[in-house]
């Protein structure tokens, strides 16, 4: 079973940036699509990026232009950079593959206030 360890969230100002981290267990990190989900407080956990083996990427609408989700194959890590952060993109964010089958991390909660 695939261990997924999230990190990096934390409190920032409107307008702030943060970068999550996701380190998985297991060597077969790279033959799938990854992806980045979040949960906001009394609503459902949605994906907000994925990247493919192939480094193909998508995004919701929302944080297009925003957001940036790469991997590192050689270290079984995905990175979600967050910039221009807005206080609707408070959650717990979590990492998992697409479409999700991994038992859930503990996530990384991220606030945005100021």
């Known amino acids: 079973q695939v261990q997924l360890v999230e990190s990096g969230g934390g409190l920032v100002q409107p307008g702030g940036s943060l970068r999550l981290s996701c380190a998985a267990s297991?060597?077969?990190?790279?033959?799938?699509?990854m992806g980045w989900y979040r949960q906001a407080p009394g609503k459902q956990r949605d994906l907000v990026a994925r990247?493919?083996?192939?480094?193909?990427?998508w995004y919701r609408d929302s944080v297009k232009g925003r957001f940036t989700i790469s991997r590192d194959n050689a270290k079984n890590t995905v990175y979600l950079q967050m910039n221009s952060l807005k206080p609707e993109d408070t959650a717990v964010y979590y990492c998992?593959?697409?479409?999700?089958?991994w038992g859930w991390g503990q996530g990384t909660q991220v606030t945005v206030s100021s």
């Open positions: 990247i493919a083996s192939g480094d193909s990427t």
């Open positions: 998992n593959k697409v479409p999700s089958g």
């Open positions: 297991g060597s077969i990190f790279s033959l799938y699509t």
